[in-house]
């Protein structure tokens, strides 16, 4: 599976962004997919995943209510729609494949990455 991340940019605080991951391979839709950031100086973290079939979904506290993981198997593509952004989420936005469940939160266990996508939340 080769993945490729697009959507990042400048927003202010409380505004919107959708990320978008094409991903390129026939084990796409049997895969978990999942959404990473790394922000400066920290480790790369999680934030959100979508199981195979698109009807379950998992976030961390810090995003959960503001950020919507969605995919199109058809299209072969995962979305992060993110909404009242904060400074604080200002990283670098990994997209990734895991063939583990819904709640593989560890980077560890993801064996695709797309390149990456920076988002810019300014105060």
């Known amino acids: 599976v080769q993945l490729q991340a697009s959507g990042g940019g400048l927003v202010q605080a409380g505004g919107s962004l959708r990320l978008s991951c094409a991903a390129s391979?026939?084990?796409?839709?049997?895969?978990?997919m999942g959404w990473f950031r790394q922000g400066p100086g920290k480790e790369r973290e999680f934030v959100a995943t979508?199981?195979?079939?698109?009807?379950?979904?998992y976030y961390p506290d810090s995003v959960k209510g503001r950020f919507t993981i969605s995919r199109d198997n058809a299209k072969n593509t995962v979305y992060l729609e993110m909404n009242s952004l904060k400074p604080e989420d200002t990283a670098v936005y990994y997209c990734a494949a895991t063939t583990l469940g819904l709640r593989t939160t560890n980077p560890y266990y993801y064996d695709y990455w797309g390149q990456g996508t920076l988002v810019t939340v300014s105060s």
């Open positions: 979508i199981s195979s079939t698109g009807i379950r979904t």
């Open positions: 391979g026939r084990s796409f839709s049997n895969r978990v």
